[in-house]
């Protein structure tokens, strides 16, 4: 099995439908369906914000320590079995936050997590702060505060830009801090947003690893491969959100291109695959071959925000160039 590192998991769309009910019987938080069944019917998003609310709902279980922990070993679990060497995983903080839940049972239950991933699954992690487009700023400015003040250990903080109205201007003074504090800053250009808003990231927000839905912008593809930005795609997300065609990500002529494009899983919870299923997804669809198979094994772990010499390591040592 190739190895991959995996840029763009969200913790909150790894809770599959047997955890959810069993958090909230265990925290005594009410859902709006009685049982797995009845969450699994759910899961046919048939809009983005359909997939947001069910998301948002879902996450509202999550409130101890425990719950992190048992959230985040779950995840990695099933990571290791898709062939996950590297993980970098966002964790929506500002939402946990204005629910109530204290940094410190975020943070720490998956810190606890994290720090024994290579030992118990023999993965190395890497923690990012996700921001949310539809909560005011301020409140991303205290739940990186809040962070920092724990002492947590951030590969990055990122921004989910979802719609076509989407700008990324009020984030820009938030990623600027970041940046100064030696931490790395990401962007995904979501379902019903396009390349005007991904140029937007690149250019306001200076991110240094952008995913999106769709690259049809033959500059934007060329930027990117000459800046080295590396790409997160999500395809089984795509494809439910975005009715993504091949078109809309062209993988073969991205890679011919010279775009670090990886593959990842997004919310592997609500989109029927984690990483493994992602990738043969588009080997099936875009009919890919070995080399270029080893090709987004290598540019997942040289997109990853690990030390130069471990990435350039992992990527050389799982993939010969």
């Known amino acids: 099995m190739r190895r991959y590192a995996e840029l763009h998991v969200h913790a909150e769309g790894t809770l599959e439908a047997e955890m959810a009910i069993a958090f909230a019987k265990r925290n005594k938080v009410e859902l709006p369906f009685a049982n797995e069944d009845e969450l699994r019917a759910r899961l046919q998003h048939e809009s983005l914000q359909a997939y947001l609310d069910l998301y948002q709902t879902n996450a509202s279980v999550l409130r101890t320590e425990e719950d992190f922990v048992e959230l985040t070993n779950a995840y990695l679990a099933k990571a290791k079995a898709a062939g996950v060497a590297h993980a970098e995983i966002s964790v929506d903080l500002q939402a946990h936050l204005a629910r109530g839940v204290p940094a410190e049972a975020v943070l720490g239950g998956m810190k606890a997590a994290m720090s024994k991933s ?21 409140q991303a400015e205290d739940a990186y505060s809040q962070a920092v003040a724990a002492g947590a250990e951030l590969a990055a903080v990122g921004v989910c830009l979802s ?3 989407s700008v990324a201007a009020p984030f820009a003074s938030l990623f600027g801090r970041a940046r100064a504090d030696g931490v790395h800053t990401v962007a995904h250009v979501g379902a019903e947003a396009d390349n005007r808003v991904g140029w937007d990231c690149l250019h ?32 089984l997300a795509n494809a439910a959100l975005h009715n993504a065609e091949d078109t809309d990500y062209p993988l073969p002529k991205l890679l011919e291109e010279g775009v670090m494009v990886t593959i990842n899983s997004e919310s592997p919870a609500h989109f029927g695959g984690y990483l493994d299923a992602n990738v043969a997804a588009v080997t099936e669809q875009f009919g890919l071959d070995d080399v270029q198979l080893d ?16 990435k350039r390591q992992l990527a050389g040592d799982l993939v010969p160039a």
């Not at 290579?118 to 301020?138: A, H, K, R």
């Not at 690259?215 to 990117?224: E, K």
């Open 295 to 310: 090709l987004l094994s290598r540019n997942s772990f040289l997109g990853s925000f690990l030390a130069e010499a471990q």
């Open 118 to 138: 290579e030992q118990d699954f023999g993965i190395s992690t890497g923690l990012i702060l996700n921001f949310s487009q539809d909560m005011p700023v301020e």
């Open 163 to 165: 719609r076509a109205d």
């Open 204 to 235: 306001t927000l200076r991110v240094g690893r952008i995913g999106a839905c769709q690259v049809q912008d033959r500059n934007l593809m060329y930027y990117l491969s000459d800046y080295s930005i590396p790409l997160t795609i999500c395809p």
